[in-house]
């Protein structure tokens, strides 16, 4: 029942999605405008700027919602999430210093290499920190760290350009947004998601192995080794794409995960779909509130995220107390 | 022509034709990098504008025999100041008042520019400000080079204009809220200031010429324009620019739209308006910024019936300035292109 009421939930908010926006269109206009046909300039902003918007909030929602429930099942810590633990900061970084730096030239195609990488690194950093030392508090205090170090390191960068815009720019890399994001955006972070989907699926059965331990798991057939490398491949590639294009969103994969499990059989691998579908939902609604909260001026899509977010990751800390100390 | 050897010493910086400035077309052009380029050539070349016309980008066809008479009317204004040992030492220490000075004043008479002075986005004149020292607005520059005069903008270094002006340093400020009728009395203000009067009101009353003549071209028909720049910020109300696409005898759809100053404009009003020319920047350097996306945009690019493209000379409207004719000119010349004058039927 929770998939298809949770898919029903990502249907619907993208087609509210699509009629939020300044521009006053009625719904005859937009959905004629959608589908070809009726007036030219309804036509460019529902396909053009409508469109790829509602598509990037729902997969960018699918990527952070899956990957926090698989690092959540893989680090068997409740707070992972790809935000707390650094990764989508990385992953700005990692943009940002490859981009901003004109390496690669003005090109798009700049971001999503950089945000990549940096995902990457930073999941690999992780993975080894929490090899070493599996207590739920050293992988937070690393995340948080690396959070830092990585935020410091983007603004840097962005206030060393010449570019006098670039300095503004630390809002979108440190807080997201889904602006102006055009149809070259979603062809550009797709099918780097959907791969990056495909990956961090095909580790549902190890995730549930790995709920009994490592060495149950092993002692079940798992390969730790190759489990981890599809979690690290799948999370850069799903949550690298989309920072690449959008910016750091945070706290969508703490919150769904926690949200959606009291309605599954809590094994790690019946928790993936829901939580993808709930992160699409929970993204599409924040990113519909960023622009109707205040109607004149935007908000960073970032910004609200956090706000429902922080309270509650307050309120895991505060939960957890006894497990972490 | 005065011939006295520290006459033609302290001129050879400015003595025509390399460094006067020029505003000739061949250099000026609107030389529509990036996406400009693309939009240019395809918003241009193919003649999609409904009136006709061989569409060039924006280039302005006209006016380079009106820019003859600027350049001997600069011309004629050198060869007429007097000696400048005589006159006072300026500090300029906003890219606006940069331009001024570097128009106006004896080359002996500039103690320094401000480093925004070279920056080709920002001044019309870069080139020129080249030669002399420049400054970055801190008193102590000022202190090392005892300048007999500092002007600045009201805009900028509020900290270092007043500890400047306690400190008895004669400080200069010019108004940031331009438009294209205050710019003849900037002129003048600021020949009266260095003592270079008569070179003042030769350029301010040409410019004066030239905008009545540019606003005579005016007429009924005044297609929707609309100037919009890095992460979609449009120039409306109150703008030097805005006050251009007035002259020029078009609408700014922004200021239509209610907004003043310099606002984001969500790029859905823009295209559900569908004005008749979007005025798009270039990017203000090489070091790319996701700013400059916005002038990329498909969205932008799939209006059929706009002409999109830079169509004003970089750094053309970024000061007042003399220059500021150039943008007008540019402009009118666009709108004669897409919407005719000639009497209604």
New interface residues.
Partial sequence: MLNPILGLACLLLTAASLLV?????DLASSIAGLFAGGD???M??MQ???LPRALLALTIGISLGLAGAVLQGLLRNPLAEPGLIGVTSSASFGAVAI??T?LA??S?YALPAGALAGAAVSVLLLLAIAARNGATLTLILAGVALTSLTGALTSLVLNL??????S??II?WLLGSLR?R???HVWLALPLMALGWVLLGASARALDALSLGEEAASSLGIRLSATRLLVVLGTALSVGAGTAVAGAIGFIGLVVPHLVRPFTDRLPSSLLVPSALGGGALLLAADIAARIVVPTR?LNVGVLTALIGAPFFLWLVVRARRELF | MRTSPADRKGRSFITPPSVLPDFSPARRVIAPS?AARDLATRWGGEGRNETGGSAQGGRPPRGRRRKALVLVAFASAISTTSYAADLPRVMSMNVCTDQLVLLLAEPSQIASLSDLSLDPSLSFLHEEAAPYPKNSGRAEEVFLSKPDLVVTGTFSLHNTTSLLEALDFAVEEFAYDQSVDTIAGEIRRMGALIGQDAKAEQIASAYERDLADLRARQCSTKPAAIAYE???VVLSEGTLADSVIEAAGLTNLATELGYSAMTPL????L????PDIVIVSE????????????AQ???LR????SRIGAFVPRGAWACGGPFVIEAVRALTALREEIASCAPAR
């Fill in positions: 926006g300044p521009a006053d269109l030219a300039a309804a460019i902003i053009e700027i409508r981009f901003y004109g030239g003005a798009l350009s010449p570019n006098p815009f670039a503004y720019e979108f102006d055009s149809m070259s935007e | 990036f890095q992460n979609g969500p790029l859905e009003q295209v559900s308006h569908e990017p203000m350097t090489d070091a790319p910024a996701l700013a400059d996306q916005i945009h498909p969205a799939s209006l059929e019936s």
